[in-house]
């Protein structure tokens, strides 16, 4: 897969061979192909010179949000402490696309971290040699490294680039079927910690116990052979022999004593390493299956909210159409998502006796028309997994100037739209200027 997971906006050859960058920059970052060849001559490219679709994966991927907290509030208006990362992410995004002071700074941090990267890329004398640097870095797990020199390599075309950023794209999807094994995995550390820990105790016990009978052992021999010394001092007639070997005898022993404690030592820090090291595996990975767990529970209510809207449509006789009846009379205003499941909202809305108007966010229909839908609707619903940022911001501003309700979906599937109805039905309170109920974003991390 080579491009998004969404229908893409087509820019024709007139709009590149006329120069419409400002049109090009206002388009979303992750979701607007370009075919403009950034790098024609043989030097390295920079951020702001690569095509908008692939500003986002560049940013999430290369750069950590511990270093865009320090870097991206220079440039905006963010709080470095009260903004969430996704807030955070789309703010670097924007820095790129714009250009200027901030997209030169992203792109100086960039080169400073992955120039042994760049360095060893920069080898690559055609696009061959550039996809074999970038396939061997996938081997090893060293991915942005090789995605930021590859995408600002000289060679690298918009094939090659399309290449990288497709196979970048499926290693997301194999993140979510690794949460199942690593709950798995938790779940027998957890157990493999407890028993560590019962082990280690254990040891810990035997060792005083040990020490104990070592510093007793010690006092007697010690006392002992002060008394032999003593003796033999007083009774030059013993045999010196016999004394001699009993000495090495008590040397040896206490030789022995001292053995067994380093060995009993050095096992109970191997151990306590060990319980450290499973500890800290088992916290990361409790924290993955918490945000599993969480994901799950939006995904069960969304199945009980179109479960309980089919009983009810079939209980009624088809009176009702798929619990839809709370937008009867209401103008519903849906900006984003997929042909498909749109069609199939607007011939449910319109059944429940509402009006339900599409409008795609900017990619085949005009932005100045979705202005112009908002302030007369009663709702406005936006699927996160299928609208740009640039599209999001300006319904966002909008809705909250005419004071209309927005709503953010976790998809773009008609089981999220029922479950929203259901639960805004449900709750009669105003939830104007309301924010995600995730900083978690389902495409961009």
């Not at 400002?22 to 790098?39: E, F, G, H, N």
């Not at 000289?154 to 690794?178: I, N």
């Not at 028993?195 to 052992?217: C, F, G, I, N």
Request: hydrophobic residues 40%; contains cysteine; charged residues 25%.
């Amino acid at each position: 897969m080579h491009t998004p997971p969404f229908r893409l906006a087509q820019t024709t050859d007139a709009a590149v061979r006329t120069g419409d960058d400002a049109r090009l920059r206002a388009a979303d970052a992750c979701c607007v192909p370009s075919s403009v060849q950034l790098t024609r001559g043989r030097r390295r490219g920079k951020l702001s010179e690569l095509d908008p679709h692939l500003h986002c994966s560049v940013i999430g991927t290369c750069l950590t949000t511990h270093e865009l907290r320090k870097l991206v509030p220079k440039f905006t208006e963010l709080d470095r402490q009260q903004a969430s990362d996704l807030q955070i992410h789309h703010a670097a995004v924007e820095l790129a696309i714009a250009g200027g002071t901030g997209s030169k700074a992203l792109n100086k941090a960039l080169d400073e971290r992955y120039a042994g990267a760049i360095r060893r890329f920069d080898q690559a004398t055609d696009e061959e040699a550039v996809l074999a640097l970038w396939n061997e870095a996938l081997k090893i797990g060293d991915i942005p490294p090789a995605y930021w020199a590859l995408m600002t390599h000289p060679y690298a075309t918009m094939p090659v680039r399309q290449s990288a950023f497709g196979e970048l794209h499926m290693l997301s999807h194999l993140v979510g079927a690794a949460n199942r094994a690593d709950i798995r995995r938790l779940v027998a550390l957890e157990e493999e910690n407890a028993a560590l820990r019962d082990k280690v105790e254990r040891q810990q016990s035997r060792l005083r116990e040990v020490s104990a009978e070592r510093d007793t052992m010690v006092e007697q021999l010690t006392e002992r052979i002060v008394k032999l010394t003593a003796q033999a001092t007083l009774q030059p007639s013993i045999d010196s022999a016999e004394l001699a070997a009993e000495m090495q005898t008590l040397q040896q022993k206490l030789a022995e004593s001292e053995q067994r404690l380093a060995l009993h030592t050095n096992r109970r820090e191997a151990a306590e390493l060990r319980a450290q090291e499973e500890q800290g595996i088992a916290e990361a990975l409790r924290q993955s299956r918490d945000q599993a767990l969480a994901l799950l529970k939006v995904v069960q209510a969304e199945c009980h909210a179109l479960e309980s809207a089919t009983l009810n449509a079939l209980d009624q006789g088809g009176a009702r159409r798929a619990g839809l009846e709370n937008v009867r009379g209401m103008r519903v205003v849906y900006v984003g998502g997929r042909p498909g499941s749109n069609t199939a909202l607007k011939a449910l809305v319109s059944s429940a006796g509402g009006e339900f108007v599409v409008h795609d966010g900017g990619v085949e229909d005009r932005k100045g028309l979705l202005a112009a839908a908002l302030p007369g609707a009663d709702i406005v619903v936006f699927p996160v997994d299928c609208i740009d940022h640039d599209s999001m911001n300006m319904l966002k501003r909008v809705c909250e100037r005419h004071q209309v309700d927005y709503y953010p979906l976790r998809t773009a599937s008609v089981a999220s739209f029922i479950e929203l109805i259901a639960r805004v039905h449900a709750d009669r309170t105003p939830v104007a200027n309301a924010r995600p109920p995730s900083a978690f974003c389902l495409r961009h991390g």
